[in-house]
Structures are given as structure tokens and as C-alpha cells.
């Protein structure tokens, strides 16, 4: 069937009903309708669509209606009639008419000639129930023509070529894909397949099955268009002779680049083809890699590797995962009643997830969030479900692989990973080798560099095992010549912040010193009973993608010059990179915020009108960061400081000018909004000064006239919070705690330098520094941004670079008040290495495991708290004191001996070890 008319018409009654109930949740890709618009303006539209498709054709028409778009009056094969009253001229009376492929052709070029829009389908879907289209053609017969493989678009095509080389008006292809299931092609076909077309080239009837199946979930994603014009003076120039191709070629080439731009579209959607898993497992255990880790292991003996064979195939279905539609629906169902009822908002940076979904057009994602709660696990999965982008495959640990939590997770994209490889050879080359398969098959991954939830709200330092086998399958290390992946990888930095995590409490429990409790039925039970509270909002960050081609041109290197050596260093430097763009697009909530100005105002108790003034500074710092806030935190954004930065500030922490009278910029509603969820936690007390205490009846709510005291027991949970942002203060932290501790006479600049350098060192496993440049030249720009914001002084003054300089904190001042809050911030963490310090002690008696020393440190640190010898309570805790004893270690204060700390011969005395102390507690300013 041929065009309909070219006059303007309205759908008929039955299909206006069919439109108003089946179409309007078409989900539209907004880069479509602007493209359309835009093209409109340039030139005429031709809408190109994939397969023939009546519904296809519907859904396009009441879109181009909807949003006021050029009408489509042609289509080929399809016939416009269906849209007009039955017995008019151009309804079904028109469909009884014989019609010729010249009268279609003729057809659409009349409509290009007169600027009207077009829908040209290019293929159709072969099928054996569907008989192949008849079509007559002048001077003969009608004939069947073959469909499968066939172009139905070639005739038209060329129709659109000439009418462009007889306009000067430009002819603009917009291609556009309908995609009517989620589920990802199959390799393997079966008889549904053949019988109806298969799910990617879908029949008439398998077209209609998935239309009344899916009508709810539908999309549409728009290709690059394609300027005729353009494209005909493109294949001039590049014709060797300066003439264009014939047009036999030029069909071809221009089929191809419209079918290539819908199905780019089309994959980013549905996910790269779903191989049957026995096939999958079977590339994975013949994989070349894994071949030759058999083959060492079992020597010449043809047995043993057989045996070996079995038991890596037998690893490879232990950790595989099984990907189900079905489940995924059901778990994004439970997400909705469980999750999303626990948080009172999402707030997500959808411009972030529109550049990923750039990315996987033409590339592959690995997906690097920090990892905080279980809630990480399916919150990228459920936010991918609904941008209608394929489901990342998370590598999660065996921990959680109990029934039935296991199954559960693993239909819905998990697979699990063992907690160690150590002492098992075998089972480290079929993880790399099934990595390595998901990788070339183009499936988008996920996990944590972290390699677990960080219990403090801080990250962790990476773990390079999982990404050193992504980038060694990048680089296409150990595989023959064509067996990487094809597509360009992205590293993807991401950011999950909660106001609160689901898990505090029992963090809490293990920073105290209790044990970490195993994954159960038990402890699922026992969370979800835990989970019935509120927990404020949570928010996901985006940050910078990054390629390995990206970090070694960093780096100055090449892959064919990647020795071991270098190759560790590329993984190490792209692992920092990640961090620390994680570290920069974390979002500043406001329970970060009101934490923070709870536990770094040094009074016992804080009005609330105090508070609202410590978070505004707080504010006006981070902001000078070029932090980023979320939505809810700000009433209002000034233009000199943007609330979500595309791009980071100084990462010196300079403070980009930002003026220090500059309005508030904070929501004091949010502010309020977070004393109500702590005070509710019960981590925060409330206090009505001025009210006898016989009359206190009851304690007032967070508000103007309360007065905040937060418990002793209670800053452990407000650290987790305060520690989102604590990155942002490090820096500067290094130069103002060696100066305060000294105050107020100051320190020298060379003395001061050598003093910061050393409490570096010391935090090298509690924070991440910047790997970009030497020490020196950090400090030098820090003390610099320093001075110039008031937060130094140098004697001499306006001299702050010279030899015999002077340097010293601010003495009054708005400028003192924010060196101070730098010190503050960190100020439980040098407390927590205090007490490691004094615990040290204990291995005068002995060696002892790091899990006992831990526990003994515990003790030390909360009888030095009750005694008034430390003034943070969050210093004692288990994270701390680890990272402090392993700090130790590299200074040479601790040995290790069979697993053990011992104290080596120059610190086996107690004096010595009161040395130890003593130097750490140089950096605390005297009581």
C-alpha cells in the first residue's frame, strides 16, 4: 500500500480513542522532538524508521500531532487510508484502488517537492506465517518479493536522493526507533522466532503481542539525522575523480548509516545480545587466559586438566549471574515499596545520566560508586530501569549470595565474587576470564573500588583487583589480536549520598569494637524491621568519564610501552582518578551539613539561631570549593556560585573568590528539616533555656527557640554524616592543625612545611591527597589561597613565600573562624591516632593481632575520652584506629611478625613509646 493524501487530515474516531489510550505514555526522548523542530527549520523532515511497523506507524503519528511536529503524509507499504473517515475519498474506498510502486514513488516525491514531512521504513522483518508483500508493477505481473534480508527502503531512497539534487532546500532524515520490550535479543532463536519474527525484527502479529504488552513502557530515541544535501557533497569529495557515486552505492551506504544510527539507539535501550548461559560459560572456560592457567597447573597430564576444566566451569556457574526481565520488574515493584518509602525524596543528577547514556551509544560502561549501604546495590538498577538504559551487572560479594537473597539478586544482575582469590589460582583466572567476556560482549558493569561499605561516610582507599582485570581486558593483555573489546570503554565515577544510611546503627556497633555480623535470613529480617524509619533523602552524583586512553596520555604512555611495571601504575593512577572525581561531585546535603556545624562548634550546647550561622559558613566555604548542593539544601543560587558545578574548583581548596558577604544561599527549612531527622534518631537533644525544670513537661521540637546538645553516644552517627564532605577540608587542614597547635606565635614557613608534609604521611591511609602534583607545589598554592582569604598571617607582612617567613593562623576575624573550622574537622581523626598511640603500649608485653590491639585501643580511647585527655568521642573508633596502626607501620613505630604487631627494638621501651604519642599529640592544641 502506497501514501495517502497530502492534504491535512485528522485521525478518525476509533483511532483517536486507540491513540488517546495506547499512546500517550509513550515515553519521548527529548532530543527527538528538539532535532525534529530544529530540522524543520533547516529543511523538510523525513521520518526514517527501522522495520515496517503499522503500530510504529500510529504511535509516530499521534506524536507528530501531540507535539505540534510536521505531519508525516506519506509512508511506504502502509497507506494512510486507516487515518481518514472509512468512505471518503482517501479511506477505505482509496485502499480498494490498485496501486503501483511508481505511483508510491511518485507519491513521495511529489511531497518532498511540495515541503511536505515523510515516513520512509526501511527493512521488513522476516517471518514464515507472513506471506512476502505483493506489489504491481507496471508492465508485468505482480510478483512476491523476497523479504527476508530484503531492503524495502532502496526504491524510495532514491527517490529522496533525486528530489534533493533537484531542491536547493535541504532534505533532513531524522531517524527514530520504537522500542516496545526492554528485553534483550537472544543469540539463540527458537521457533517463536521463526514462526513471528524475532523480538528484534518482530512480524505484524509479534508487533502487535508486544504493543498490547508493553504500551505502558514504551520509548522513543531519536538517531542523528542526516542532511541529504550534506551527505551527497561528503561522497563527491571523497570520490577519488571528484563525482559522486551512483546511486546503487549511495543507497547502500546511506541504508547503512541510517541503520547503524537506530540501532545505536536501539541498544541503548535493549543491551548488547543475550547469549544461552551453557555458551557463555563454555567461552569463558576456553578463553585463552584461563587456558593457560590450566594448563600450568595440570602439567602434561591430559586428566588433570579435564579435572581442572570441570571444577573452573563449575566456578563459572557459582558466580554467574542470571539476568530475568521478570525479576528485575518484581524487584523494581518491592524497590517502590520498600526503599522509596524509607526515603523521603530522590534527588538524581539527570544530566549526568543523559552524558552516560551518550556514552553507551558507542561504548561501554563500567560503573564506580561509592559504596556506603546494600541500598548501593540496587539503586543504579533501579534508576537505569527507569531511564530506560540496560541494567548494569554488579559484582557483589558471596557474602550475600544466601537464600533467598541470592537468587533474588542474582536474577537481577548480580554476580558473586569470593571476598579473596588468595591461595586459589584457578578461581583468579575464571573471575578475569568471565569479566573479561562480559567486557567484549558489551554488557555495562558495576562495582566498588571501595571493596566494601566504608563504616565511617568517608571512602576507603581502592581496591585495584577487579579493576586491574577490566583494564588488562581493555588493553586486550594475553588475548590474541582481535579479542578485546570492540567499543571504547567509560569509567563512570559515581556518587550515592545518604542523609542517613539504613546500616547506622550497626556501623556504629562495629566502630565501638564489635564484630562485623554474617549475612543471614536472620540479619535480612532484622534489617528490614530496622528499615521501617525515615531516613531523609538520597542522592546520586555523576562524575567526569574517563578512558584509559584518557589517564596514560596523563601519564605520557603508550600501550605498546606498558611494562608490569607501568601497567600497576596506570591501574593505581586511574583508581585516584576515580576517587577523587567521586570525592568532587559529592553532593552537600543538609544532614552533612547540620552534622558538621554540630560537632565542630566546641561549646556544650548550640541555638538553633548558632547553628543556622555555623551551616551558612559552612556553606560559603564548600561553595568557594565549587562543592556541589543538593536541590533541597537551596533556597536560592547566586550567580557567582552555581548549586551543582559541572566542574570542580581549586583542588587545593582555594576559594575561587567567592566573597565572603555573599548571601545565604541555604534553605533554613532543610536546616531545620535535619535536626528534626536526627532528633527523631535520637542523636540530637533539644533544650528550652529560660523554663524551670519542674515545668519541663516534655522537649521541645527542633525550631527557632531550641537549644541543641548532641549526646556523647550520639557523634559516632553524626561523624558518618559530617564525614560526606570531610575531603573538601583536608588540604587545608594539613597547614592550619600543626599552626594551631602552636598558637599564637606561628611557625616558620620551611618548618611548617616540613610539619604538614609529615601529618600527610601520617593520614596517607585516611585520605586521598592529590597525585597531580609535588607536595611542595601543593603547599605553596594552599598557604597562598590561605593568606588571601584571610585564614593565615604571614610576619612580615604581604611576604609569604620568603625563606625566613613566619606563618600563623588569623587571630580574629571571620578568616580565624574558618581556619578553625579546618582544624575541627579533623580533629577527632588526629584524637584517634593519639589513642593507637597510647595503646602501642600494650606490645611492650608482646606481640598482638591487629584484631586484639584494635579491641585494647578501644578501651584506651574511651577511658582517655571519659578522663578529658581527648574531646571528640568519634575518635574512638575501630576504622581510625586501624588505618592508624598501619600509618605506624610505615613510620617504623610497628614491625609485623607472623601477622602480628610487635614494637621493633628502637621503640621497645616506654619511653619510647611515650615518644610516639608525643608526636602525635603535637598537633593538638593544649587544653
Not at 520512509?120 to 505481473?141: N, Q, T, Y
Request: charged share 25%; glycine share 8%.
Amino acid at each position: 500500500m502506497g501514501s495517502g493524501s497530502l492534504s491535512s487530515y485528522e485521525p478518525n474516531p476509533a483511532l483517536a480513542w486507540i491513540y488517546q489510550r495506547f499512546f500517550e505514555h509513550i515515553e519521548v526522548d527529548q532530543a527527538w522532538t528538539r532535532q525534529v523542530r530544529e530540522a524543520e527549520k533547516r529543511g523538510t523532515v523525513v521520518y526514517v524508521l527501522r522495520n515496517l511497523s503499522f503500530v510504529d506507524f500510529l504511535a509516530l503519528d499521534f506524536l507528530t500531532k501531540r507535539e505540534a511536529l510536521p505531519r508525516v503524509r506519506f509512508a511506504n507499504d502502509l497507506g494512510l487510508w486507516v487515518l481518514e473517515p472509512a468512505m471518503s475519498k482517501r479511506g477505505l474506498l482509496a485502499s480498494l484502488l490498485p496501486r503501483t510502486e511508481a505511483d508510491d514513488v511518485a507519491q513521495l516525491r511529489r511531497a518532498l517537492d511540495e515541503g511536505a514531512s515523510a515516513a520512509l521504513f526501511l527493512k521488513r522483518p522476516p517471518s514464515i506465517l507472513e506471506p512476502p508483500a505483493r506489489v504491481r508493477r507496471r508492465g508485468g505481473a505482480a510478483r512476491a518479493i523476497p523479504t527476508r534480508g530484503k531492503t524495502e527502503g532502496d526504491t524510495y531512497l532514491r527517490a529522496v536522493l533525486e528530489a534533493q539534487r533537484a531542491s536547493e532546500r535541504p532534505i533532513l532524515l531524522v531517524p527514530q526507533v520504537f522500542v516496545w520490550t526492554r528485553s534483550p535479543d537472544e543469540r539463540r532463536q527458537n521457533v517463536v522466532d521463526s514462526l513471528f519474527g524475532p523480538r528484534e525484527w518482530p512480524g505484524k502479529i509479534r508487533t502487535v503481542t508486544q504493543f498490547l504488552m508493553n504500551w505502558r513502557h514504551v520509548t522513543l530515541r531519536a538517531g542523528e539525522p542526516v542532511d541529504v544535501q550534506e551527505f551527497l557533497a561528503h561522497e563527491a569529495r571523497a570520490d577519488e575523480r571528484g563525482r559522486c557515486p551512483g546511486d546503487d552505492v549511495l543507497v547502500r551506504r546511506l541504508t547503512y548509516t541510517l541503520l547503524r544510527r537506530l540501532e545505536r539507539e536501539r541498544l541503548a535501550v535493549v543491551g548488547p545480545t543475550r547469549k544461552p548461559a551453557d555458551r557463555l560459560r563454555d567461552q569463558v572456560v576456553r578463553s585463552p587466559r584461563l587456558q593457560k592457567v590450566i594448563r600450568d597447573m595440570a602439567g602434561e597430564g591430559e586428566t588433570e586438566r579435564r579435572v581442572l576444566g570441570w571444577r573452573a566451569l563449575a566456578m563459572v556457574r557459582e558466580l554467574e549471574t542470571e539476568v530475568d526481565p521478570n525479576a528485575l520488574r518484581a524487584m523494581d515493584a518491592a524497590f517502590d515499596a520498600t526503599v522509596a518509602r524509607m526515603y523521603s525524596a530522590f534527588e538524581i543528577d539527570h544530566e549526568g545520566i543523559e552524558r552516560l547514556r551518550a556514552a553507551s551509544k558507542d561504548g561501554t560502561l563500567v560503573l564506580l560508586p561509592s559504596h556506603k549501604s546494600h541500598v548501593d546495590y540496587i539503586i543504579l538498577t533501579h534508576l537505569f530501569m527507569h531511564a530506560n538504559m540496560p541494567v548494569p551487572l554488579v559484582a557483589a560479594g558471596d557474602n550475600l549470595a544466601f537464600f533467598p537473597l541470592g537468587p533474588i539478586l542474582r536474577r537481577g544482575g548480580a554476580f558473586f565474587i569470593r571476598r579473596s582469590f588468595r591461595g586459589d589460582r584457578l578461581y583468579g583466572a575464571v573471575v578475569d576470564a568471565y569479566m573479561r567476556r562480559l567486557i567484549i560482549d558489551g554488557w555495562p558493569l558495576e562495582f566498588f573500588l571501595e571493596g566494601a561499605r566504608s563504616r565511617t561516610g568517608k571512602l576507603l582507599p581502592p581496591k585495584l583487583g577487579l579493576l586491574s582485570i577490566v583494564v588488562d581486558a581493555v588493553l586486550g593483555a594475553a588475548e590474541p589480536a582481535g579479542a578485546g573489546p570492540a567499543r571504547k570503554v567509560y569509567f563512570c565515577p559515581i556518587s550515592i549520598g545518604y542523609e542517613r544510611v539504613v546500616e547506622e546503627r550497626e556501623y556504629v556497633r562495629e566502630l565501638t569494637g564489635g564484630e562485623k555480623r554474617k549475612e543471614d535470613v536472620r540479619g535480612l529480617v532484622a534489617a528490614a524491621e530496622t528499615a521501617l524509619g525515615r531516613y531523609g533523602r538520597l542522592n546520586v552524583q555523576f562524575g567526569e568519564l574517563l578512558t584509559i586512553e584518557g589517564v596514560m596520555s596523563e601519564l605520557g604512555e603508550s600501550k605498546r610501552a606498558l611494562t608490569p611495571a607501568r601497567r600497576r601504575a596506570l591501574v593505581t593512577r586511574l583508581a585516584y582518578r576515580v576517587m577523587n572525581e567521586i570525592n568532587r561531585v559529592t553532593a552537600i546535603t543538609p544532614s552533612a551539613l547540620v552534622a558538621a556545624a554540630l560537632l565542630t562548634h566546641g561549646r556544650r550546647g548550640i541555638s538553633h539561631a548558632d547553628l543556622v550561622a555555623a551551616c551558612e559558613r559552612l556553606a560559603r566555604v564548600l561553595r568557594g570549593y565549587s562543592a556541589r548542593f543538593t536541590p533541597s539544601l537551596l533556597v536560592s543560587t547566586p550567580a557567582a556560585a552555581p548549586a551543582l558545578p559541572s566542574a570542580g574548583g581549586h583542588r587545593d581548596g582555594r576559594a575561587n573568590g567567592a566573597p565572603e558577604s555573599a548571601k545565604p544561599i541555604l534553605r533554613h527549612g532543610a536546616i531545620r528539616e535535619a535536626c528534626e531527622l536526627f532528633h527523631r534518631a535520637g542523636h540530637l537533644e533539644t533544650h528550652q533555656p529560660g523554663v524551670p525544670v519542674g515545668e519541663r513537661r516534655e522537649r521541645p521540637r527542633p525550631g527557632p527557640e531550641a537549644v541543641y546538645v548532641v549526646p556523647d553516644v550520639a557523634r559516632l552517627s553524626l561523624d558518618i554524616a559530617k564525614n560526606l564532605m570531610v575531603h573538601f577540608f583536608v588540604t587545608r587542614a594539613m597547614i592550619a592543625t600543626p599552626l594551631h597547635a602552636v598558637a599564637p606565635q606561628g611557625i616558620g614557613r620551611a618548618l611548617l612545611s616540613e610539619r604538614a608534609q609529615a601529618l600527610s604521611r601520617l593520614f596517607k591511609y585516611e585520605f586521598q591527597f592529590r597525585a597531580d602534583a609535588t607536595f611542595e607545589t601543593i603547599f605553596a598554592e594552599t598557604v597562598e589561597a590561605m593568606l588571601a582569604d584571610g585564614e593565615l598571617e604571614a610576619d612580615p607582612p604581604g611576604r609569604g613565600d620568603g625563606p625566613d617567613v613566619v606563618l600563623r593562623l588569623a587571630q580574629g576575624g571571620e578568616g580565624r573562624e574558618r581556619a578553625l573550622l579546618h582544624v575541627r574537622m579533623i580533629l577527632g581523626f588526629v584524637e584517634g591516632y593519639r589513642v593507637a598511640a597510647r595503646a602501642a603500649a600494650a606490645l611492650l608485653k608482646g606481640p598482638l593481632a591487629p584484631k586484639d590491639l584494635a579491641k585494647r585501643a578501644i578501651g584506651v580511647g574511651e577511658r582517655m575520652f571519659l578522663a578529658g585527655e581527648i574531646a571528640c568521642r568519634e575518635a574512638v573508633s575501630r576504622p581510625v584506629i586501624d588505618n592508624a596502626l598501619l600509618a605506624f607501620v610505615d613510620q617504623g613505630y610497628l614491625g609485623r611478625s607472623d601477622g602480628k604487631y610487635v614494637l621493633p627494638a628502637s621503640y621497645a621501651s616506654v619511653d619510647a613509646v611515650r615518644v610516639i604519642e608525643g608526636r602525635i599529640a603535637s598537633y593538638l592544641a593544649p587544653s
